[in-house]
């Protein structure tokens, strides 16, 4: 059983802009703490977001700090990332996940390529 399904990515120039969109199951998504996080190829998974759950309280990783926004809609299951000012160095496949299920399941994420 699928528990988040992320969708949005694509192919984008440097400097574009993307919202990323991920739907979640309920008993994953109530009440948690909720991220998106991305591995490039070769490199580990690293988060990049998180958001609180309620909505009030953010945080980012330095290299998308500025660029990037979670945001999330409890009434949806829903949590999103938009992101402007892409660079090559975001490309990666980006994930989103409850904070406290990283050892559990995963979805099966969405391709962000920026590239000229």
């Known amino acids: 059983q699928v528990q988040q399904v992320e969708s949005g990515g694509g192919l984008v120039q440097p400097g574009g802009s993307l919202t990323l969109s991920c739907v979640v199951s309920r008993s994953i998504f109530s009440g948690r703490v909720m991220a998106w996080y991305r591995q490039a190829p070769g490199k580990q998974r690293e988060e990049v977001a998180r958001?609180?759950?309620?909505?009030?309280?953010?945080n980012y990783t330095v290299a998308v700090r500025g660029r990037f926004t979670i945001s999330r809609d409890n009434t949806e299951n829903t949590v999103y990332l938009q992101m402007i000012n892409l660079k090559p160095e975001d490309t990666a496949v980006y994930y989103c996940?409850?904070?406290?299920?990283?050892?559990?399941?995963w979805g099966q994420g969405t391709q962000v390529t920026v590239s000229s």
């Open positions: 996940n409850a904070v406290s299920n990283v050892l559990g399941s």
């Open positions: 958001i609180s759950s309620g909505g009030a309280v953010t």
